[in-house]
C-alpha cells in the first residue's frame, strides 16, 4: 500500500517519455559513495541498496554495485574516496553527499572522466550530476502547518535538527522556521542537533530541558522523536506533541501512546529505499536512456489514520520504507 502510494504520487521535475534501452549494461560497475551511517535510517538505506543491487547484479543487470561509507561525514575523506572510485574504473557513482557544493571538485572530475554521478538525499550541485531530491523545506514546513491545525493558539517549540552541515539539515529546518513565519503564534525557544539518531537526540534535548520553558511541541528531522521523548519523561515535564520520522521505534511509542492516552501527532520523513532509485536512474543513463538532471521524489507522510498500518509493515528497529524496481524508477522518470 505504501510503495503503491509513493509511485503513484512521484513525479519528475521534467516530464519525458522512457526511450527502450540503447546498450547492455552487464559489464557496468556503479558505487554508492555514502557520507554516513550512524543512525537507523542510514542502516536502512545501505539494506535497502544491498537488497537491490545483489539482485541486479545476480540477474545479470549490473557487474557490480559495492556500496562505500566513509569512517565520519568529511567532506574531504569522501572526496578521496570519490577520487578513488574514479581511479577503479566504476561507470556510475551514485552519491549520498556530505556537503551540497564542496564535493563538486571531485565530482567533476567523474563527469569529466565519463562516469555517471547521481546524488540523492545530500544531494551536489556541481551542473555534471544528476539530483534525485525531497522538497525538504516543505517537509519542515508541513510540520508546522499540522501543529496549526492542532493548536490554534499556538505555543513554544523545541527545533531538533540533523546532522550539523548537512543539505538536507538546512533544507528542512529552514523550511521550519518558515512555517513559523507563516504561524507566529509559534515561537521556537530552543535548538539542538540530534544527528537523526534516538540516543544523539536524547542526550541533547536532555541537556536543553533545563533552560526551556514549556514546551508545547517538538519539531524535529526522524530518528529524534523517541529520543525527545525519553528525554521529556526523565525529566518529569509533560509529553509535548512531538513530530516523528518514520522510525520503528517512534511509530512503536507512538501507538503505545494513541491506546493509552489518544495521544495524536505525525511522522514524515523520505524513505530511505531512495536509494535504489538513484541505482537504477543511474542504470537507465548507463544504458543509453534521457533522464532530466533533477528529479523530485514525494516524502512519505504517516498520519493518524494509517500508523497502525505503518507499523506493521516496518521491521524492528527500522524505518518506514519504499525500494524501487527499474520498472518503477522509469514512471517516476516519465512523471507517471
Known amino acids: 500500500m505504501l510503495k503503491k502510494t509513493m509511485i503513484a504520487l512521484a513525479t519528475a521535475a521534467v516530464t519525458l517519455a522512457v526511450l527502450p534501452a540503447q546498450a547492455d549494461t552487464s559489464g557496468k560497475k556503479i558505487a554508492l559513495s555514502n557520507n554516513y551511517a550512524g543512525n537507523s535510517w542510514r542502516q536502512a538505506m545501505l539494506k535497502s541498496w544491498e537488497k537491490v543491487t545483489s539482485k541486479a547484479v545476480a540477474d545479470g543487470v549490473v557487474a557490480e554495485a559495492p556500496a562505500f561509507t566513509t569512517a ?103 523550511g521550519i522556521h518558515q512555517g513559523v513565519e507563516k504561524h507566529p503564534q509559534f515561537k521556537i525557544v530552543g535548538s ?22 514549556e514546551v508545547k511541541a517538538v519539531v524535529t528531522q526522524g530518528g529524534d522523536g523517541y529520543g525527545a521523548a525519553q528525554a521529556f519523561k526523565a525529566a518529569g515535564r509533560p509529553t509535548p ?36 532509485l538513484a541505482f537504477w536512474v543511474a ?30 509493515t516496518t521491521e524492528a528497529g527500522g524505518v518506514a520504507n519504499v525500494e524501487y524496481s527499474l520498472e518503477d524508477a522509469q514512471a517516476v522518470v516519465a512523471g507517471k
Open 283 to 312: 542504470q537507465m543513463i548507463l544504458d543509453g536512456q534521457k533522464v532530466p538532471q533533477d528529479l523530485t521524489v514525494p516524502f512519505l507522510q504517516i498520519n493518524q489514520d494509517t500508523l497502525e498500518e505503518s507499523l506493521a
Open 72 to 174: 565520519e561525514n568529511q567532506v574531504t575523506e569522501q572526496a578521496a574516496q570519490i577520487q578513488n572510485l574514479i581511479l577503479q574504473g566504476y561507470d556510475a557513482i551514485v552519491i549520498n553527499a556530505a556537503s551540497p557544493d564542496a564535493l563538486n571538485g571531485a565530482v567533476k572530475q567523474a563527469c569529466d572522466a565519463g562516469i555517471v554521478v547521481v546524488s540523492f538525499d545530500g544531494i551536489v550541485t556541481e551542473p555534471c550530476a544528476y539530483r534525485i531530491a525531497v522538497d525538504f523545506k516543505k517537509m519542515g514546513a508541513v510540520q508546522v502547518d499540522y501543529l496549526a491545525d492542532k493548536m490554534a493558539d499556538g505555543g513554544n517549540l523545541l527545533e531538533i535538527r540533523g546532522l550539523a552541515g548537512v543539505f538536507v539539515d538546512d533544507e528542512i529546518s529552514a
Open 241 to 276: 506533541l512531538i513530530i516523528m520520522g518514520n522510525r520503528q521505534d517512534e511509530l512503536a511509542w507512538w501507538k503505545e501512546q494513541k491506546d493509552a492516552n489518544g495521544y495524536e501527532t505525525m511522522s514524515v520523513s523520505i524513505a530511505p529505499g531512495v536509494s535504489t
Open 192 to 213: 539542538v542537533h540530534g544527528d537523526w539518531a534516538q540516543d544523539v537526540a536524547q542526550k541533547a534535548v536532555a541537556g536543553i530541558l533545563p533552560s526551556l520553558p
